[in-house]
């Protein structure tokens, strides 16, 4: 996403983010005080700068009205996210990572091998070929970007729960952690792992997921915001040990989703 960092002092922030959740409503304070309402949050969810008051007062009216429809996408009630009709997909569906699209990572199929670590029973790699003769599901669903996008899409591979009971993965065990092919890396907790929406895409629609949106496997997790779908994954660890991830270790909430 080519991270532009706010450009305000600590204190300037804390005062920012303090009347963030004065001027908001409290449904939104409830949600921001639980999802964790950070300065380089607010800039990246607005695009604005933080630098003077007319760019917070706008950055705040962009994130209550951008929080509210978050909201009905993904917090839902019964902890699954809703899925869409193909006609509404978003066409082009937009690329992000924290480069730029022509520095996305070139993998070759053939010599691709799926890691997996941590505690599971069996810790053989997987091939590409491996995984596509898994059983597949495919799903249309909206993806959101904190930096205040979202899109439909539609993702087709390996319901996840399915792999880690493949491995013989430990499912008490609190946290899958993924170390993807751009040194990007992101975590989640069991429960997330597990949930019926969370796959291993292989397909972006009805096509081999193509580079720029994670050739050639990543993790689709519709309850979750965009920075916790991590793309090009080469280890999957299943552990105890809290593995944080890329944004969340600069101040992203770790749970970023429903
Ligand atoms: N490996 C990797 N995965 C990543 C990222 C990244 O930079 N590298 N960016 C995350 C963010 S912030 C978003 S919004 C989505 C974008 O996915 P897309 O390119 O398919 O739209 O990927 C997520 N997963
Ligand atoms: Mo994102």
Redesign the pocket.
Known sequence: ?KTDKPSVTLSEGQAIVKEAQRLLGASSRRRFLRNGLTLGGVAMLTGCDLSGNASVEQALSRISGFNDRVQGWLFNADRLAPVYPESMITRP??????YGEEDAPEIDGDDYRLQVAGLVLDKRDWTLAQLHRMAQIEQVTR?I?VEGWSAIGKWGGVPFAAFLKAIGADLQARYVGFK?A?D?YTSIDMATALHPQTIMALTYDGRILPR???YPMKLRMPTKL??K????IQVIEVTNRFPGGY?EDQGYNWFGGS
């Open positions: 996403m569906f937009p690329f992000n990572a924290f993806h970007c993807c751009d990007y720029k949106y994670g965009g920075y779908n991590p793309k090009h944004w």
